[in-house]
């Protein structure tokens, strides 16, 4: 959540469609909230082995696929190429599917 919060805030700010002063604002409310970070046991080292598999660098979206595989749940998103890379190791729906 904090990753694709400030990766989106940092990304408004840079395309000037917000202001630094309320990207600033933004990111001093998303550091600050009261939310505990769960993931389950072993996510990492999962997300490490698919992005292995799929022969991906960044194991950034691994870590999606690895999160619906943990908890046996479906994907859903908007990313065409991550539902096309992942569709044989999770059920991933998209916008088509809905």
Do not use: F, Q
Not at 13 to 23: D, K, M, V
Not at 31 to 41: C, E, F, H, L, Q
Not at 49 to 71: F, H, M, P, S, T
Not at 91 to 98: H, K, N, T
């Amino acid at each position: 959540m904090w990753s694709e919060a400030s990766s989106v805030l940092h990304e408004l700010r840079w395309r000037r469609e917000i202001s630094n002063e309320l990207a600033t604002i933004a990111l001093k409310r998303l550091t600050t909230i009261d939310v505990s970070p769960r993931r389950p046991k072993g996510l990492i080292e999962e997300a490490w082995r698919i992005a292995d598999r799929l022969g991906w660098a960044k194991a950034y979206d691994a870590e999606y696929v690895a999160l619906a595989g943990l908890l046996n749940c479906r994907l859903v998103t908007t990313d065409a190429k991550l539902k096309a890379a992942s569709s044989g190791l999770v059920s991933v729906i998209g916008p088509a599917d809905l």
